[in-house]
């Protein structure tokens, strides 16, 4: 996977739409201080270089009754690589695990879980985590609050 040379104009645009994604070309080449046909080339070509993956409403979890978020340290009774992808394939197919990480360290993997309570982590570890392939063993981490929880909107 290739990086992608950005200048100032990407760099500004990739800011104003991690800031809004809704904006428009209008308003976006007025912002960037550039004019609108060729901010439209630009945006376009981000897009095809895979820069911009998709755009998305930012929905508030805790408004949806979500705010019970746990980590969760998953240690694999071995990590070969078929085993990893079984694991991989398995574990996105559960939408209360937002993130997933390959960890280098005392464990293998680190989730991000987020559910309306303590009961409803305590079946999902239960009955989907713990389930999952090549699974030796977890460690829950519930978090108290929320400190920062920004996406990736800041490009430099």
Known sequence: M?????DGFDTAILQELARDGRISITELSRRIGLSKSPTQA????LEEAGAIRGYRALLDPIRLGLDHIAFVEVKMTHTREAALAEFNEALAKIPEIEQAHLIAGNFDYLLKVRTA???SYRRVLAEKISTLPHVASTSTYVAMQAVKEDGFGNVT
């Open 2 to 6: 290739n990086t992608i040379d950005l």
């Open 42 to 45: 630009r945006l376009r070509r």
């Open 117 to 119: 309570n303590m009961r």
